[in-house]
């Protein structure tokens, strides 16, 4: 076995044994160019796994946004503080993840009416109100969800119960 399998076949345990020391060393080996050296394998899965995360951070993010949206206009007589908190604090973490990754918006427009569908059944789960109450389409546009001054109007619960 050469030095540099050895090498490498050391760091790919490392991965396994203490993840950090992993990281270092191979953030180490690119800073110095030892391109050889480095666990490419889980290095490369690592990688793949940090978009996934985003992307799920992003859907439950906006997930929360939307079903706390639900309760503010379907609920008016419940609203708190603590809802409004969670409409701002998610609203800042989509916001702060289109500011690092400016591509995920395009994720966020194609997940956006799936995570509403979702939301309105969180929203009917928290809330005990019937699904029924909460439109099938979302009341609300991609731009209304971002933007940190819309709240919605209380609404007629009467016109979406059939």
């Given at each position: 076995?050469?030095?540099?399998?050895?090498?490498?076949?050391a760091i790919a345990s490392l991965y396994e044994q203490d993840f950090y020391m992993w990281l270092q060393t191979n953030i180490n080996f690119l800073k110095?160019?030892?391109?050889?050296?480095?666990?490419?394998?889980?290095?490369?899965?690592?990688?793949?796994?940090?978009?996934?995360?985003?992307?799920?951070?992003?859907?439950?993010?906006?997930?929360?946004?939307?079903?706390?949206?639900?309760?503010?206009?379907?609920?008016?007589?419940?609203?708190?503080?603590?809802?409004?908190?969670?409409?701002?604090?998610?609203?800042?973490?989509?916001?702060?993840?289109?500011?690092?990754?400016?591509?995920?918006?395009?994720?966020?427009?194609?997940?956006?009416?799936?995570?509403?569908?979702?939301?309105?059944?969180?929203?009917a789960d928290e809330t005990g109100l019937s699904i029924k109450i909460f439109p099938p389409e979302s009341p609300f546009t991609v731009e209304e969800v971002?933007?940190?001054?819309?709240?919605?109007?209380?609404?007629?619960?009467?016109?979406?119960?059939?």
């Amino acid at each position: 076995m050469t030095n540099i399998q050895s090498i490498t076949t050391a760091i790919a345990s490392l991965y396994e044994q203490d993840f950090y020391m992993w990281l270092q060393t191979n953030i180490n080996f690119l800073k110095e160019g030892r391109f050889a050296e480095i666990d490419i394998e889980n290095l490369l899965e690592e990688l793949e796994s940090m978009g996934r995360s985003e992307k799920n951070a992003l859907t439950s993010n906006l997930r929360v946004l939307l079903m706390h949206l639900l309760k503010y206009k379907y609920q008016p007589e419940k609203r708190t503080n603590s809802w409004l908190y969670t409409i701002r604090e998610h609203r800042k973490r989509l916001r702060e993840t289109f500011k690092t990754s400016p591509s995920l918006y395009r994720f966020f427009e194609d997940i956006f009416n799936e995570s509403y569908q979702d939301a309105r059944e969180l929203a009917a789960d928290e809330t005990g109100l019937s699904i029924k109450i909460f439109p099938p389409e979302s009341p609300f546009t991609v731009e209304e969800v971002l933007n940190p001054d819309f709240l919605p109007p209380e609404n007629d619960r009467s016109e979406n119960i059939e």
